[in-house]
């Protein structure tokens, strides 16, 4: 581990450049192999940060970045240990999931993804958003888990991406929903400003009818209470704040004026807000 550390540390500090005679495609296979360590610095910075930049300056084959697409999304890396909780698990599905806007990124610029490929994606993702138990965010000594937050970022650049159709989105929003729905877990680290992305790249699309949206703002301030407590209140205050962070990404959007304003008026109905 302390040798692709080391490694990496040289990587980012001469700019992202690979040393003489190393074989890139043969580092990236080797750094997916510790992609859920919980080393946070191996993790998250050296990792991911040097994938990331490697994406965004197109350091990578085509052929490459779809490999790692199809790992990263397998049983042994997406699922990996699936249905945990408190587990260490949680990195290697989070971090996991976090190359997914990577991929998507580099096909609007490559354009090399078929129908299949974009079926599974959806269906691999959508299915990781329904199936992930463990909502921790920060973790002490360990660093970020961040499951939903990084979940929620592969569900925005999928609703952001043009081939998927009207019944792709409308699924993908009411997965939103159902997940603030959740009541043993307060989501305290910025999940409802991630999930609201996701929401806002859907009223981009224009693919949904403004009642659709209304409606499900409406279901999610009148959920139904259990009696329960704090269960109900852990409820209130994950929808409440899905809530507000899509209205005030709203806001941010051109021409959405009047769609805010309904929406404004449908929480003000709402009993939960």
Not at 3 to 20: G, S, Y
Not at 56 to 77: A, F, G, I, K, P
Request: charged share 25%; proline share 1%.
């Amino acid at each position: 581990m302390n040798k692709i550390k080391d490694l990496l540390r040289d990587v980012q500090n001469n700019n992202f450049k690979t040393p003489m005679g190393t074989d890139i495609n043969q580092l990236v296979k080797e750094m997916i192999l510790y992609i859920g360590s919980v080393d946070h610095e191996l993790r998250d910075k050296l990792i991911y940060g040097t994938l990331y930049r490697w994406i965004m300056d197109q350091e990578l084959s085509v052929d490459l970045v779809r490999q790692l697409l199809y790992v990263t999304l397998d049983d042994d890396h997406l699922f990996h240990g699936i249905g945990d909780i408190d587990q260490d698990t949680v990195f290697t599905r989070s971090f996991s999931v976090l190359f997914v806007p990577l991929a998507l990124h580099y096909n609007d610029i490559f354009n090399y993804l078929t129908e299949s490929d974009y079926e599974y994606v959806y269906s691999r993702v959508t299915l990781y958003f329904e199936r992930e138990k463990d909502f921790r965010g920060y973790i002490l000594d360990k660093g970020w888990a961040h499951s939903i937050a990084h979940a929620a970022d592969a569900l925005a650049s999928i609703a952001a991406a043009s081939y998927y159709s009207r019944e792709h989105l409308l699924f993908i929003l009411e997965l939103i929903g159902e997940k603030s729905y959740f009541n043993n877990y307060y989501f305290i680290n910025g999940e409802d400003e991630r999930m609201a992305e996701v929401v806002i790249q859907i009223v981009k699309r224009n693919k949904l009818k403004k009642d659709i949206l209304l409606n499900w703002v409406q279901q999610l301030g009148d959920f139904k209470r259990l009696d329960i407590y704090p269960q109900d209140d852990i409820k209130r205050g994950n929808t409440k704040n899905l809530l507000r962070s899509v209205y005030f990404k709203l806001l941010d959007i051109n021409g959405s004026e009047v769609i805010t304003n309904e929406i404004v008026k449908t929480l003000k109905k709402s009993k939960s807000i």
